[in-house]
């Protein structure tokens, strides 16, 4: 579910909240704005609709909360709805729902949130250290981060492996969830913050690659498991966006280094 869907859902469920209480629904905005908190532990996404409308319909703003995070729960796709502080509510969505911004990608392809080309990325990077292969460059960490992702794409082939419709519901992991939250973000972002989206997605890629529970390919005389297949199908994802956010920067994302 991209963002924009879920704003529509939050802007129908307060229709119904207000509706039902016989209160005025004309006074809703026409597009609800979500934004992410900068905790993770506090959901996906989070609004301040309630915050804003509390006084308009006369009703305290943390009741107005509960209500709207009431009928949120009960949808599809949202996994939790709480209200906060005074008059917001924190969304969690489903695995399912975020698992939508890989089939989003896989649709668009190289024009996926496709923007124009934002010259000048990582100039405040020393020029010395932009030529040095280590964790320090950020530019290293990010097209290390494509050309791994590229390499092992590659090597799947000798698996015969199809990723085609894997289920991502099978990965776990935190660090997987990690992964998928921050490429969920990728559409939502100005053109002048990408490169910093890409040190975030690079250094989500790196930890959850190194993680031996995470494994994508099998190893050894391992059989294709169906866990592999959702890794890779995910990777490719990982590799996709990389390489959009890297040519929005006008830098060159290479398979190997």
């Known amino acids: 579910m991209n963002p924009a869907a879920l704003a529509e859902k939050v802007r129908a469920a307060a229709v119904e909240v207000l509706a039902d209480r016989g209160l005025d629904s004309t006074v809703l905005p026409e597009t ?9 532990a506090h ?8 915050l ?9 703003a943390p009741q107005l909360a509960r209500w709207l995070a009431g009928a949120l729960t009960e949808g599809d ?7 906060a502080g005074p008059g917001f509510v924190n969304l969690r969505l489903t695995k399912a729902a975020l698992a939508g911004v ?30 040095r292969r280590i964790w320090d460059n950020p530019v290293f960490t990010v097209q290390y981060a494509h050309a791994r992702i590229c390499r092992v794409v590659e090597n799947s082939v000798k698996f015969g492996m199809d990723p085609a419709g894997a289920d991502l519901g099978l ?13 969920g973000e990728f559409d939502e972002i100005a053109a002048d913050r990408v490169a910093r989206y890409l040190e975030r997605l690079a250094d ?8 031996p529970e995470c494994r994508i390919l099998p190893k050894g005389d391992e059989e294709v498991a169906a866990v592999h297949l959702a ?19 006008g830098v060159s994302a290479p398979e190997r280094m």
């Open 204 to 211: 989500a890629l790196h930890r959850w690659y190194d993680t």
């Open 32 to 40: 609800v704005i979500l934004r992410r908190p900068q905790n993770p």
């Open 231 to 249: 890794r890779l199908r995910l990777s490719c994802a990982v590799r996709q966006v990389l390489a959009n956010g890297l040519e929005t920067l």
């Open 171 to 183: 990965m776990t992991h935190e660090r997987e969830d990690t992964v998928i939250r921050v490429l």
């Open 77 to 83: 796709e949202i996994d939790s709805a709480e209200a």
């Open 102 to 131: 890989v089939a989003d990608i896989e649709a668009a392809g190289r024009g996926y949130a496709a923007r124009p080309h934002v010259p000048g990325a990582w100039q405040e990077v020393d020029p010395d250290l932009r030529k």
């Open 43 to 50: 959901g996906d996404f989070a609004t301040t609709l309630p």
């Open 52 to 60: 804003q409308l509390g006084d308009r319909v006369g009703v305290p």
